[in-house]
């Protein structure tokens, strides 16, 4: 029996396998984060054969003030709809499915790359970059917000399978998460249900927009691995109101702003805090982190550490890591 074989029934979003590519920033994208035919002939290479059953495409900014980088996706103006169901319809006749990842750098932004003041949570430090943001008031977040659900329904009307809310690697949502930027003595700050607040209001904006049939996935920063930082404790109280807010699957990852921890090694090095966060909740989970061989994949599945793997780096060095796992399991 093979577990990665097995197909995903349950939910709105149904798998022919437990095989995830997940969200990889590429910077191939055309001026102001358009789709560039470089794109389209990367997933086209990545998908075919469909042998991987989800792909999520990489983090693309819901508004400029929210973009990371140069050569970053876009989702954040309606005039880019049509060019994103080119890509999404390159996907679905390779014969895998695909999500799109919204996102928002907050205090990660820089402005030589937006051309607007960076913004987060709090008056804090990013971490990573050492700037330090504008803090939102309440009429912004609520604009932010706005931002996150007319993104969600254009990943929809483009014909993508689902949508995916980042909250984690640093930015916006892991900025309000975690306790290192998030400072706020409001509704939005203080304890875990204070700092998912946002989290909550964007997955009910993003469900009013989409509707009650279209998949919600949320990734999770689950630790920062650093002092005072988010703990996996925080995560599975967060976890939990994320399924009751309707999100459909969440993917697990972890280390604020690129942080991981130096004991945290091996294949599937996040399977700590993904099999915490699967005791307390009934979706599905995937787990991501240093997944290389097929074998790896299965046992983390057969241990019930996730109920998906995302196998990341070693499909974007192969593309064709995926049909040969695919047929070396099909083999035995």
């Known amino acids: 029996m093979s577990y990665l074989l097995n197909p995903l029934n349950k939910g709105k979003l149904t798998l022919k396998n437990r095989l995830v590519m ?34 999520i495409i990489e983090h693309s900014f819901i508004t400029q003030q929210g973009k990371v980088s140069e050569g970053q996706l876009s989702v954040a103006d309606d005039s880019l709809i049509d060019d994103l169901s080119k890509l999404a319809d390159i996907i679905h006749r390779n014969g895998s499915k695909a999500v799109m990842q919204i996102n928002h750098a907050g205090s ?4 030589t790359i ?32 706005n931002e996150f659900k007319n993104a969600a329904l254009r990943v929809k009307e483009a014909g993508f399978d689902g949508v ?6 640093g930015y916006f949502l892991n900025q309000f998460f975690s306790p290192l930027t998030n400072k706020r003595t409001d509704e939005y700050g203080g304890d875990v249900l204070g700092r998912i607040k946002i989290h909550l209001e964007v997955i009910n904006a993003v469900r009013d927009a989409v509707g009650d049939n279209f998949p919600i996935l949320l990734r999770l920063g689950a630790s920062d691995y650093m002092d005072v930082g988010s703990t996996i404790e925080d995560s599975k109280i967060a976890a939990q109101e994320f399924e009751k807010a309707g999100v459909d699957i969440l993917d697990v ?16 090095y996040f399977s700590s805090l993904s099999e915490e966060i699967k005791k307390v909740v009934s979706i599905p989970v995937i787990l ?38 695919i047929k070396n399991l099909c083999d035995n």
């Not at 794109?39 to 989800?54: F, H, N, P, V, W």
């Not at 996730?306 to 060095?317: C, F, H, P, T």
């Open 22 to 55: 997940p969200p990889m920033a590429t910077s191939k994208s055309d001026k102001d984060g358009k789709i560039s035919k470089s794109i389209l002939d990367y997933y086209d290479e990545k998908s075919k054969g469909g042998y991987i059953s989800l792909i």
């Open 108 to 111: 990660a932004a820089k402005e």
């Open 114 to 145: 937006t051309g607007y003041e960076a913004v987060g949570p709090s008056a804090v430090a990013n971490p990573r970059l050492g700037n330090t943001p504008k803090e939102l008031n309440q009429k912004e977040i609520k604009e932010i917000i």
């Open 164 to 169: 995916e809310i980042h909250s984690a690697h």
């Open 253 to 268: 990852s972890g280390g604020f702003c690129g942080y991981i921890s130096p004991e945290i090694a091996g294949q599937g």
């Open 288 to 325: 991501t982190g240093g997944i290389t061989d097929v074998s790896a994949a299965e046992k983390l599945l057969a241990e019930n550490k996730a109920d998906l793997i995302g196998v990341g780096r070693a499909i974007y060095k192969d593309s064709e890591w995926a049909e040969k796992a």
